[in-house]
């Protein structure tokens, strides 16, 4: 069954009072913002986390800003519109992956000048034993968007997909002669025995420039489909592409209640309740953990360049942090018990996950915040909320 529908800016439960925006071209132009007078904006997937986050910048780029969102309970336990969704963006919950969908969606008359593709499925672990319904979502939803955009004859300017690090998999690692490698994936016997590392290897940060993508994780492989996918449509049709390869995102507005959204809400939680936290391996796994705000700054950034680099951006800090040290620093800024291994390891996982920013391939973005800086505002937020229990299969590094 498929079915839509328009939620406006003035959804119950939602302050209808309208906002002051001053959109005028001088404004704009000295923000270094572009504005489309008559431009749409469509945000696939647009009610998440990241897609609020962007939602203001958008309203601001754009005349008209559809969020289709299909709510899924996972990530939406009301299934209300999220208060933090920007006003004057209108919300059509439906399924992407249905070409009923997109063509009621087009034939509406809108016809985008600009697409933000962030609709996915993006549970990691959960991908092992779901691969149908990511691949459903991440793929098939990606080909049914083309293909409406085809059959109403419609070529958008400008496609921004967030990506992730999950396209790179284990990635590159250098032997003791200097020698890059790419060992692959780890195998459920070599996690058994503990050998968490790969013997006479160091890990190399990942580089869109120089890393070949070998994802281990299904969630991972969709990914870099949806790059190529897009890559392949917008060289033949003459849409720009940006695609940005997000590193781990996390701060205020995560879901509480998504047990595949990170590590860091769930960790925050365990030690405001004052428990120890779980860590899974040796706790020595490095992850590159990026702001909110950073990755908000990227997409816009992307959206307003006049021209956008040929290869896929990095979207990171640059610096990685072992599951350990961050895991330490919560404790300490809950006053909890110190974080303990907890003997266990998840299949899918990669050891570390890091990048390294390349400034002559950013389109002008770097980013603002680093772990000390940022967690602080998580912290503060979720403190600021009524503490809601999950039950998460598995720490999702």
């Known amino acids: 069954m498929v079915w839509a529908w328009v939620v406006g800016p003035c959804s119950p439960g939602v302050d209808a009072m309208p906002l002051e925006r001053d959109r005028s071209p001088s404004v704009l132009q000295d923000k270094g913002v572009r504005f489309e007078p008559d431009g749409i904006c ?12 962007i939602s ?79 691949t459903l979502v991440n793929v ?35 032997d003791l002669a200097g020698k890059l490698t790419y060992p692959g994936q780890r195998t459920r016997e070599q996690l058994g025995r ?40 917008c060289a033949s049709f003459g849409s720009t592409l940006a695609i940005l390869r997000l590193q781990n995102v996390y701060g205020p507005g995560q879901s509480l209640t998504n047990p595949y959204t990170g590590i860091l809400p769930l960790f925050c939680q365990i030690a405001a309740s004052q428990k120890s936290i779980p860590l899974y391996e040796d706790g020595m796994m490095r992850r590159d953990f990026i702001l909110i705000d950073d990755v908000a700054g990227a997409i816009l950034r992307a959206v307003d360049a006049p021209e956008v680099p040929a290869t896929p951006v990095d979207v ?37 996950a890091s990048c390294v920013l ?19 505002h998580l912290v503060q937020w979720i403190n600021g909320r009524q503490s809601v229990a999950r039950e998460a299969d598995g720490v999702p590094y």
């Not at 610096?319 to 998840?346: K, M, N, W």
Request: with cysteine; aromatic share 8%; hydrophobic share 40%.
């Open 42 to 53: 469509i945000v696939t997937g647009g009610a998440g986390f990241i897609g609020c986050a």
């Open 56 to 134: 203001e910048g958008l309203v601001q780029r754009f005349a008209q800003v559809v969020v289709l969102d299909n709510l899924l309970c996972q990530v939406h336990a009301t299934r209300q519109r999220p208060a933090v969704l920007a006003h004057g963006t209108d919300l059509v919950v439906a399924d992407v992956t249905a070409s009923a969908t997109w063509d009621s969606l087009l034939s509406r008359i809108i016809r985008p000048s600009c697409v933000v593709h962030l609709a996915a499925e993006t549970g990691t672990g959960q991908s092992l034993t779901e691969a149908s319904r990511h």
């Open 140 to 174: 098939v939803g990606t080909s049914e968007m083309l293909d409406a955009f085809v059959r109403h004859g419609i070529v958008p300017r400008r496609f921004v997909l967030a990506s992730s690090r999950a396209v790179y998999g284990e990635g590159a690692w250098r």
């Open 194 to 233: 503990g050998e968490w590392d790969f013997a006479g290897l160091q890990p190399v940060p990942s580089a869109a420039s120089a890393t070949w993508p070998k994802p281990v994780s299904i969630y991972g492989a969709t990914k870099l489909a949806q790059e190529h996918i897009l890559s392949a449509w």
């Open 316 to 352: 990171g800090t640059g610096r990685s942090t072992t599951i350990t040290e961050v895991a330490r620093q919560i404790a300490t800024l809950y006053d909890a018990p110190a974080p303990h291994l907890c003997g266990e390891f998840r299949l899918g996982d990669v050891r570390h």
């Open 358 to 376: 390349d400034e002559g391939n950013s389109f002008g973005w770097r980013p603002r915040f680093g772990i000390e800086e940022g967690m602080p």
